[in-house]
């Protein structure tokens, strides 16, 4: 029986080599196959390079808007985006009433609202201007008395996330400033 097998798989394998010879042969070494059209892929997907554009001028993740303006912001290459305003990686201690708080921890808080957050089609508008962080405390604190805070002016307090899937541009915005009543006077100054 095994020697039956043997023989079964030897002519198997010469076989096999047979036929492999012979269409070798007949294809001049699988050189001549005929030609074979293989179709082109058309690209289908374009290359894109997400940007947001402010003035004509394209800004990129992590360059900074100065803390002092109203601006349109141009969103190019970016299918249904979202735009949000958060607080940045900063945070201070402020007084409300006397009781000490931690900015931004705790604080649930429309900041598109806060900004005037209005998104159009391929670009949003936001409201910057003359904004301090007095006044955007004062918002959030109405009727309350807001003291004892101090913020680093290179700091980056808000950053405007422009979200499209798995895409994230990131704006900062940058130069607030602490502003508290001062009075002068010729012997001292009160703050």
Same mark, same amino acid.
């Given at each position: 029986?095994?020697?039956?097998?043997?023989?079964?798989?030897?002519?198997?394998?010469?076989?096999?080599?047979?036929?492999?010879?012979?269409?070798?042969?007949?294809?001049?070494?699988?050189?001549?196959?005929? #030609?074979?059209?293989?179709?082109?892929?058309?690209?289908?997907?374009?290359?894109? #390079?997400?940007?947001?554009?402010?003035?004509?001028?394209? !800004?990129?993740?992590?360059?900074?808007?100065?803390?002092?303006?109203?601006?349109?912001?141009?969103?190019?290459?970016?299918?249904?985006?979202?735009?949000?305003?958060?607080?940045?990686?900063?945070?201070?201690? *402020?007084?409300?009433?006397?009781?000490? *708080?931690?900015?931004? !921890?705790?604080?649930?808080?429309?900041?598109?609202?806060?900004f005037s957050l209005q998104i159009g089609d391929? *670009? &949003?508008?936001?409201?910057?201007?003359?904004?301090?962080?007095?006044?955007?405390?004062?918002?959030?604190?109405?009727?309350?008395?807001?003291?004892? &805070?101090?913020?680093?002016?290179?700091?980056? !307090?808000?950053?405007?996330?422009?979200?499209?899937?798995?895409?994230?541009?990131?704006?900062?915005?940058?130069?607030? *400033?602490? &502003?508290?009543?001062?009075?002068?006077?010729?012997? !001292?100054?009160?703050?």
């Open positions: 029986m095994k020697k039956a097998f043997k023989i079964i798989a030897l002519i198997l394998v010469l076989a096999l080599i047979a036929g492999f010879i012979t269409v070798a042969v007949k294809t001049d070494f699988f050189r001549d196959l005929g #030609d074979i059209e293989v179709p082109e892929v058309p690209n289908i997907t374009e290359e894109k #390079d997400p940007r947001i554009e402010i003035g004509g001028e394209t !800004y990129t993740s992590g360059m900074a808007l100065a803390a002092d303006s109203s601006l349109r912001v141009d969103v190019k290459d970016l299918d249904d985006y979202t735009v949000n305003i958060v607080p940045g990686d900063v945070s201070f201690d *402020y007084k409300v009433d006397g009781v000490l *708080y931690k900015f931004p !921890y705790n604080l649930n808080v429309d900041w598109n609202a806060a391929g *670009y &949003f508008t936001f409201d910057n201007e003359n904004k301090n962080m007095a006044d955007i405390l004062g918002n959030i604190y109405p009727d309350q008395e807001i003291t004892d &805070f101090n913020l680093n002016k290179q700091a980056d !307090y808000f950053v405007i996330e422009v979200v499209s899937g798995e895409t994230v541009l990131e704006l900062p915005i940058s130069g607030f *400033y602490a &502003f508290m009543d001062v009075t002068l006077s010729d012997d !001292y100054i009160v703050f």
